[in-house]
C-alpha cells in the first residue's frame, strides 16, 4: 500500500509541474522523433542487406 501512495505523490507532482509545449517545441521534437525513427529504419535495413548478402 505504501508504494502505490508513494507512486501516486509522485504522479501528482509531475503533472502540476507539466506544461503544454508551444508550437515550436513541437515542431522541434517530431522532427528530431522523425529523424530518430528514420536513422533506426535506415540502420535496420543496412544489417538485413548484410545478414541476407552473407546467407
Keep these: 500500500m505504501g ?4 507512486f501516486i505523490a509522485q504522479s501528482v507532482r509531475v503533472w ?6 508551444t508550437k515550436q517545441e513541437f515542431s522541434l521534437i ?6 530518430g525513427i ?3 529504419g ?4 543496412l ?3 548484410v545478414v541476407k548478402a552473407f546467407n
Design 3 to 6: 508504494k502505490l501512495k508513494s
Design 42 to 45: 535506415i540502420i535496420g535495413f
Design 30 to 35: 517530431s522532427k528530431v522523433s522523425a529523424i
Design 16 to 21: 502540476r509541474i507539466l506544461k503544454k509545449p
Design 47 to 49: 544489417i538485413s542487406l
Design 38 to 40: 528514420l536513422v533506426l
